[in-house]
Structures are given as C-alpha cells and as structure tokens.
C-alpha cells in the first residue's frame, strides 16, 4: 500500500475544490450507483473553504488510491462549506431522506449521541468488532465519545484534541519557579501565578479564556477544565439532569474569581472580555516574554512553528505544556477535556458496506496518521507516535498522552443552551459582578427557566 508522506506540504498535492468535486462525482447520488455501475459513495464533512485541509488531504491522491484498490466503488467527495452550527443543521436535514443522505459523514463527537437517538446514525457495531484496529489501536478514552445512550457505536474517532498549561519556561526560572512545571494541583496553579506576580511585574501570570465573546472556549477551555478535574459533573447521565449546583461546580466558579478579583493574576479586563483573547496571548504576549501561564488547547502550539502566526525559534526550549492537575492532586493526577471529529454512516445510507470499507482505509494507520498532521491535531490512534513526522510537532507527545485521562463535553441537544449560560456566568465572575454564589443561583435559575424545572438537579 502507498503511504502518505507527512513530509509533503499539503498545498503541493491539491488541485481547486471545483476540480475535486467534479471528478470525484461521476454520477448520481439519488440512486448511490454511478452510471457504469459502480457503487457510489457520497463523502460529506464541513468545509471552510478553498483552503480546506480536509479538502486537501482528500485531493492528495487518497481518493485515487482508494478507488484504486476498489475499482467497484467510486467516491464522491461532497464538502458542505458552512459555520460549525450550520454545518449540524443541514446534516440533519439531509440523514432525514434516504434521496439526500450520504454515505459517510464527518460528526461532531459531541452531538454524536443525539443524533443516534434521533435515529439519524447506523450502529456500527459489527463493522468494529471485526476490525482489529479498533481493539488494538484505537484509544480506548475516546470511543465514549461515539458511543450513543444504548451503548452502541455510532462512529470512528478521526481527530482529537487535548488542554492543558502553556508556560513560559525563562519566565519560570526567572521567577525562581521549576522547570518543568509539574503541578501537583489547584493550589500549586495559583501559587506559581503569585509567584510570578510577586518576582515579574509587568508579566500576566496566567491567562484563562473567561470572555463570552470567545464562546465555547469559555467553557471547555476553562470552566470544564477546572469542574471535571473535581468529584463533580456538568450533566448526570444515569438521571438525565443538568448539575446546576455542586461542590465542585462551586469550587470551579471559586478558583475563576480568586484568578481575576482576589489575587489579580489574571489578564486585564480589556484583554480577557476580548474575543481574540486567545490569539492575543499566544501570537503576542507569549512572543513577547509578556505571559507566563496559559490554559488552553494542544492546537495552540501550531501558533510558534515555522510556519505559524507567531514563530518562535527553538520554541520547545523556551515554551513549555504541562497536564492541568486534578484539584487536590486526585488520581489520576491530571485531567483534560477532548473534542473532535468522527466518521459515521448515516441510518439512511444507500451503500453502508462500502462506505465502512471508505472509513476502514481513511483510519488505518498512515492516513489517519496523515490527517492529523496535515491539521494540526491529535490522532484516535495509539501507533500514530510510530509514523514519521507524527512526533516531530512540537509537545505532540504530551498532548497525546493526556487523551488517557480525557473527559467529553455532554453529549446532548441541550448542551448549547447550558454552555451559553456558563459563559454568561464565567465572564460575570471574572469581571466581579457576581460572587461564585450568585453565579451558582444564576445557573438554577436560568437553566430551569429556559429548559424546565424537571432538568436540573442539584448535589
């Protein structure tokens, strides 16, 4: 089999997106044949644009391959150029008929389980046990994530992500701090901010995206990261109700004001309300010797290399990533929140053999390995760190090990409306308009009214 180079820019092996489509199509998808009898599968997945990785990644020969290998099935690539919540909608609308379903479809792993209960997705469970991949390769952590309310798989992880503390190691000796940074817990986070408060003024200790305008990032990059590292929850799954009051929940909301309002470590409110906070910490005052300590994603990394917004020569021996800690040093040590990006069949499918034998090829080790690399994020597989280039990320295998002790955001159609709430609340605590208390009452009070008493519950 021929293997895709991770070395290989990505942009010397694409033709147009006009061009892909075209060729790729070859005959009507309303009756899944192609008009010299192949079997036709339709390939859909959120496109941005012209510039596309996805698109591009297909268009570096995969498909060619592929079909190669098969020359019965042909495959139609089919990118839906639309925002992320867009994107969920018209999926929808097109898994509902058999005449507009297509074969494999790119799922969010956090609407995963509500689209298998709203009957939109194929079990796919006999298609994995007879997959060897699946025991060996796969991680484990990750299959929660495609696995619907009735236990059942509903997916192939294709991508991931991980979170954790970016620190500037010369800020952390200058300041008399170790290196590496391996806190312990909570306690440790804050002292080292003070710390660095205390020996470097001028320097933001630490930076966590509290600003509703950075939207879900609020969430999942701060306010999950500190309640999932507790005893506590955001959504009980055995009950089926929204944990709107717990210890660890108040405990999240508690470490947020003592960061922003009693120890003043965190940015300015001109930063922190700001939308591009994220950007602005990592392609200015990371550069800049200005930021010591960042919570964020394993994404953000990509910003230094050579290639990036904000390149930093010899980047690892100055910038370092370390798990964010439990909150008193609880096993497993460290905790982490994971997104990504599934392959699925939707239930409507017309050719479902084929289109498991099109995911089949797309996560084998080289090309989910390749797919990775080509976006910048992690990959479901456990031998990835075997395939040349994989590794050579910078913190690619620390990010990687933290998919171990990964948590998901909940899985539910109403988990938007809770997370916009979070945010409302996160960014009110940090800003001092409400003490965590109010933000506790806040939360029962709007969730029930916007989703029913009967949906929260309280520990």
């Known amino acids: 089999?021929?293997?895709?180079?991770?070395?290989?820019?990505?942009?010397?092996?694409?033709?147009?997106?006009?061009?892909?489509?075209?060729?790729?199509?070859?005959?009507?998808?309303?009756?899944?044949?192609?008009?010299?009898?192949k079997k036709e599968v339709t390939v859909s997945f959120r496109s941005s644009g012209s510039e596309d990785t996805l698109t591009k990644f297909f268009q570096s020969g995969?498909?060619?391959?592929?079909?190669?290998?098969?020359?019965?099935?042909?495959?139609?690539?089919?990118?839906?150029?639309?925002?992320?919540?867009?994107?969920?909608?018209?999926?929808?609308?097109?898994?509902?008929?058999?005449?507009?379903?297509?074969?494999?479809?790119?799922?969010?792993?956090?609407?995963?389980?509500?689209?298998?209960?709203?009957?939109?997705?194929?079990?796919?469970?006999?298609?994995?046990?007879?997959?060897?991949?699946?025991?060996?390769?796969?991680?484990?952590?990750?299959?929660?994530?495609?696995?619907g309310e009735d236990g059942k798989v509903y997916g192939v992880p294709a991508t991931s992500d991980t979170r954790g503390i970016w620190y500037n190691k010369e800020l952390f000796q200058q300041a008399g701090l170790e290196v590496p940074f391996k806190p312990a817990s909570w306690a440790e986070v804050l002292e080292a901010a003070r710390t660095i408060k205390q020996k470097l003024p001028g320097v933001t200790p630490l930076n966590m995206i509290v600003g509703k305008a950075n939207g879900e990032g609020v969430t999942m990059q701060t306010l999950e990261m500190l309640l999932y590292g507790t005893a506590d929850t955001?959504?009980?799954?055995?009950?089926?109700?929204?944990?709107?009051?717990?210890?660890?929940?108040?405990?999240?909301?508690?470490?947020?004001?003592?960061?922003?309002?009693?120890?003043?470590?965190?940015?300015?409110?001109?930063?922190?309300?700001?939308?591009?906070?994220?950007?602005?910490a990592f392609q200015q005052q990371f550069p800049q010797d200005k930021l010591a300590m960042a919570v964020d994603g394993s994404w953000a990394g990509s910003t230094w290399a050579e290639n990036g917004a904000a390149p930093i020569a010899n980047v690892e021996e100055k910038i370092g990533f370390a798990p964010f800690p439990t909150q008193n040093g609880e096993e497993p040590g460290a905790t982490t929140m994971s997104g990504g990006w599934a392959w699925s069949v939707p239930a409507q499918a017309k050719n479902k053999e084929e289109a498991w034998k099109f995911i089949e090829f797309l996560m084998n080790k080289e090309n989910a390995t390749a797919r990775v690399v080509a976006e910048?994020?992690?990959?479901?597989?456990?031998?990835?760190?075997?395939?040349?280039?994989?590794?050579?990320?910078?913190?690619?295998?620390?990010?990687?090990?933290?998919?171990?002790?990964?948590?998901?955001?909940?899985?539910?159609?109403?988990?938007?409306?809770?997370?916009?709430?979070?945010?409302?609340?996160?960014?009110?605590?940090?800003?001092?308009?409400?003490?965590?208390?109010?933000?506790?009452?806040?939360?029962?009070?709007?969730?029930?009214?916007?989703?029913?008493?009967?949906?929260?519950?309280?520990?």
């Open 1 to 37: 089999m021929r293997k895709i180079s991770l070395k290989m820019p990505v942009a010397a092996v694409m033709t147009s997106l006009l061009i892909l489509t075209t060729a790729c199509s070859g005959g009507s998808s309303s009756t899944g044949t192609t008009s010299d009898g």
């Open 62 to 147: 995969l498909v060619d391959q592929f079909e190669k290998e098969n020359p019965d099935i042909k495959i139609n690539i089919a990118p839906v150029l639309a925002s992320e919540g867009d994107y969920t909608s018209k999926m929808v609308l097109q898994m509902k008929s058999p005449d507009t379903a297509p074969d494999v479809i790119a799922e969010d792993t956090s609407i995963i389980k509500s689209d298998a209960a709203a009957g939109y997705l194929e079990p796919l469970d006999s298609q994995v046990q007879g997959w060897s991949d699946w025991e060996e390769h796969i991680i484990d952590n990750l299959k929660a994530g495609v696995t």
């Open 234 to 280: 955001l959504y009980n799954d055995t009950s089926k109700k929204w944990v709107v009051n717990s210890p660890g929940l108040l405990d999240s909301f508690k470490f947020i004001d003592q960061v922003f309002n009693t120890d003043k470590t965190g940015p300015t409110m001109q930063v922190a309300l700001n939308g591009q906070a994220g950007s602005i």
């Open 376 to 459: 910048g994020s992690l990959s479901p597989r456990n031998d990835s760190t075997e395939v040349e280039g994989y590794t050579d990320r910078p913190y690619t295998k620390e990010a990687q090990e933290l998919l171990n002790v990964a948590h998901f955001r909940p899985a539910n159609d109403q988990y938007a409306a809770v997370s916009a709430q979070l945010q409302s609340i996160v960014e009110s605590i940090a800003s001092g308009k409400l003490t965590p208390e109010e933000g506790i009452t806040q939360l029962k009070d709007n969730v029930s009214r916007s989703l029913g008493a009967d949906s929260i519950e309280e520990k």
